[in-house]
């Protein structure tokens, strides 16, 4: 076997989402990292949607540029359109979310691997190897064999990947790219436990083969708020989308062919997502429903080639585009490609800790689909983590835990390590129960501590959002103190149906009206977005007046968060011994003995067990420190 003669600290394997985030930040944080890939040339590939953010995936990637991550900052410098999701509901749920050139993605970010010169080795990993329970290196499929301190395995849905469309079956990681074949057999061989998931995408159609007419044009915001915190004249070329509707015609015929469609016939017959449903399901299981929208989405600007959003579907390529040209304005949609699912391997994420790292071996670390999740947001988020935790402990330094209440990344990883994983996670607002302590707006608020401590971001970035928190936090005392008089807010308050004030009021007051806004105030100086730096403006207006507006309920949820922080703070110490509790079931001592919890918070989420079982806990927890170290908690 031949050696590469020059050991690294940490090995990356995979130059997806996950695999690019994990590279840099370790590289920022001065480990010596080598990037493996089977293709150079696909590092950085949007292989499905063409878009980033949206519902909570948003939120996750500001918190991901705040932590010194870079999905955002490419993204920002790749937007056709960009626009804020969920208006018409709560601002704790406000998304942001941006149309991407796909093409001009994945180029920025390998010029950007160019430009730092990291370290990139074209091959495919098949092997494995620990020694004492320690990762020791990793061999590639030419019998080179790499040493290193740490491996974080990015491997996406190339890990014995196969595609179907209809009753064709490819193997496949990605349509026209080989799926990666050792890695599972060898994790396997160290004790983990794998399992198998399904995904799939839709097809591409071509532009000049639509009636776009007939189709509703959907345009971004007219004054679009970048992902990053680092961008600077932010202005897309706001490119439209088009929304067509399926018809009784299509359902018919879809039905009509459903047993040929893998996941239907017997072929597959693992999980998929179920908040991402194929076209046949939402005709199969929402029958009552005469229609489902298809967004048309261009996948690079002035591009040929149209994400069919909507429409993803396993079904024989004669009959994909068959039952598309059903719908009216596509009666003469030509292919690109069809669409197809794809069934890959995955580890069970309970086997993770929450740094990301294996419990089985020490220096391993799995981020993205390989844990079960879906999405490049969630993937890029795992890399960032695991990166940030891998080379933390290779520096021998505390790591990055982040808890619920303070980031989705948090809920995301939480999620994956105490839940339960028969499907592929997709994050939503409804998975995090603080969400409104998690706004997209409050990011750099929430996180900025951390990158401070660990040195996750270039000085100019910190002191730039130092300055933004500072003029945040001073616009709120302003307004809190600041008295409005009738007769500069009357005409206001009746244009927009509120009762007019009898006596001065203080701003703040007024601002908690459900129809009054900083724009409804007479004009002064504080609240003129001119006196901002230009990239913060609104941001700095936005979040002065949402944390004022919604003060009642951030400080009832912030109560509601240091009444559990007992329990969050309260550590199950390593070695515990679950088996001497025997006044609880033996269905909850296995999940207790699989899961492994770090805290009694994470034991109260673990599906199935009961308060019961967390007060028995607490009582042995009791008993055990005061045995194993004689002192009573």
């Given amino acids: 076997?031949?050696?590469?003669?020059?050991?690294?600290?940490?090995?990356?394997?995979?130059?997806?989402?996950?695999?690019?985030?994990?590279?840099?930040?370790?590289?920022?944080l001065g480990i010596n990292i080598l990037l493996v890939s089977m293709d150079k040339k696909s590092i950085g590939r949007m292989s499905c949607n063409p878009a980033i953010g949206g519902l909570a995936k948003g939120q996750m990637v500001r918190e991901l540029d705040v932590l010194g991550g870079s999905m955002g900052f490419f993204a920002d410098n790749c937007t056709l359109q960009s626009k804020t999701l969920n208006l018409s509901k709560g601002r704790a749920v406000w998304s942001p979310r941006s149309q991407i050139d796909k093409i001009k993605y994945e180029k920025t970010v390998q010029r950007y691997l160019q430009k730092i010169n990291l370290p990139i080795i074209e091959g495919e990993v098949v092997l494995v190897s620990e020694k004492n329970g320690k990762i020791e290196s990793v061999a590639l499929s030419n019998g080179e064999k790499i040493f290193c301190k740490a491996v974080i395995l990015t491997c996406g849905t190339f890990l014995n990947g196969l595609i179907h469309v209809g009753e064709k079956k490819i193997k496949a990681g990605r349509m026209g790219e080989e799926s990666a074949i050792g890695i599972t057999e060898s994790l396997k061989e160290l004790g983990f436990l794998a399992g198998r998931l399904k995904t799939g995408t839709p097809p591409r159609i071509k532009k000049s083969s639509v009636k776009w007419g007939v189709g509703t044009a959907g345009?971004?915001?007219?004054?679009?708020?970048?992902?990053?915190?680092?961008?600077?004249?932010?202005?897309?070329?706001?490119?439209?989308?088009?929304?067509?509707?399926?018809?009784?015609?299509?359902?018919?015929?879809?039905?009509?062919?459903?047993?040929?469609?893998?996941?239907?016939?017997?072929?597959?017959?693992?999980?998929?997502?179920?908040?991402?449903?194929?076209?046949?399901?939402?005709?199969?299981?929402?029958?009552?429903?005469?229609?489902?929208?298809?967004?048309?989405?261009?996948?690079?600007?002035?591009?040929?080639?149209?994400?069919?959003?909507?429409?993803?579907?396993?079904?024989?390529?004669?009959?994909?585009?068959?039952?598309?040209?059903?719908?009216?304005?596509?009666?003469?949609?030509?292919?690109?490609?069809?669409?197809?699912a794809i069934e890959y391997d995955f580890f069970f994420p309970s086997q993770l800790k929450s740094t990301l790292e294996t419990k089985?071996?020490?220096?391993?670390?799995?981020?993205?689909?390989?844990?079960?999740?879906?999405?490049?947001?969630?993937?890029?988020?795992?890399?960032?983590?695991?990166?940030?935790?891998?080379s933390l402990k290779i520096k021998r330094k505390k790591p990055l835990q982040l808890k619920r209440n303070e980031a989705y990344i948090g809920v995301l990883i939480d999620d994956l390590i105490v839940k339960d994983t028969k499907e592929p996670y997709r994050m939503f607002t409804s998975r995090a129960e603080y969400r409104l302590q998690l706004r997209a707006s409050n990011a750099d608020q929430r996180l900025l501590k951390h990158s401070k401590k660990l040195g996750l971001l270039d000085d100019k970035t910190l002191k730039s959002l130092d300055k933004k928190i500072r003029e945040t936090e001073s616009l709120i005392n302003y307004l809190t103190k600041k008295t409005i008089k009738p007769e500069e807010i009357n005409a206001s308050l009746k244009a927009v149906g509120e009762k007019p004030i009898k006596e001065p009021v203080k701003a703040a007051s007024l601002l908690k009206r459900p129809r009054v806004f900083l724009k409804d105030f007479p004009k002064n100086k504080k609240t003129d977005k001119k006196e901002y730096k230009k990239e913060y403006a609104e941001e700095i207006l936005f979040e002065a007046e949402t944390k004022i507006k919604y003060s009642g309920y951030i400080n009832r949820q912030k109560a509601e968060i240091e009444k559990t922080k007992i329990y969050e703070d309260m550590i199950i110490p390593k070695g515990f011994n679950y088996n001497e509790i025997k006044s609880i079931s033996n269905e909850s001592r296995e999940k207790f003995l699989l899961i492994l919890p770090e805290t009694v918070g994470q034991a109260q989420r673990i599906n199935g067990i009961r308060p019961t079982d967390i007060s028995i806990l607490l009582v042995y927890l009791k008993r055990w420190f005061h045995v194993k170290r004689n002192k009573v908690i």
């Fill in 1 to 28: 076997m031949k050696h590469i003669t020059k050991k690294y600290d940490l090995v990356v394997v995979g130059g997806g989402h996950a695999g690019v985030e994990a590279a840099l930040i370790s590289q920022k």
């Fill in 219 to 340: 345009y971004g915001d007219k004054n679009p708020r970048a992902l990053s915190y680092r961008t600077k004249n932010f202005k897309p070329k706001n490119e439209p989308c088009f929304a067509f509707r399926t018809n009784e015609k299509t359902h018919d015929l879809i039905l009509k062919n459903i047993s040929r469609s893998p996941m239907y016939s017997g072929d597959i017959d693992s999980s998929g997502p179920r908040y991402c449903p194929s076209i046949e399901d939402k005709v199969y299981k929402f029958s009552h429903n005469p229609s489902h929208i298809l967004q048309l989405e261009p996948e690079w600007s002035n591009s040929e080639q149209i994400y069919v959003n909507g429409f993803s579907t396993s079904l024989p390529e004669s009959v994909q585009l068959e039952c598309l040209k059903t719908v009216d304005g596509l009666s003469g949609v030509e292919f690109l490609r069809p669409g197809y």
């Fill in 360 to 390: 089985n071996i020490d220096g391993l670390f799995f981020a993205g689909q390989i844990n079960g999740t879906s999405g490049y947001e969630e993937a890029s988020s795992q890399g960032l983590i695991s990166g940030i935790n891998a």
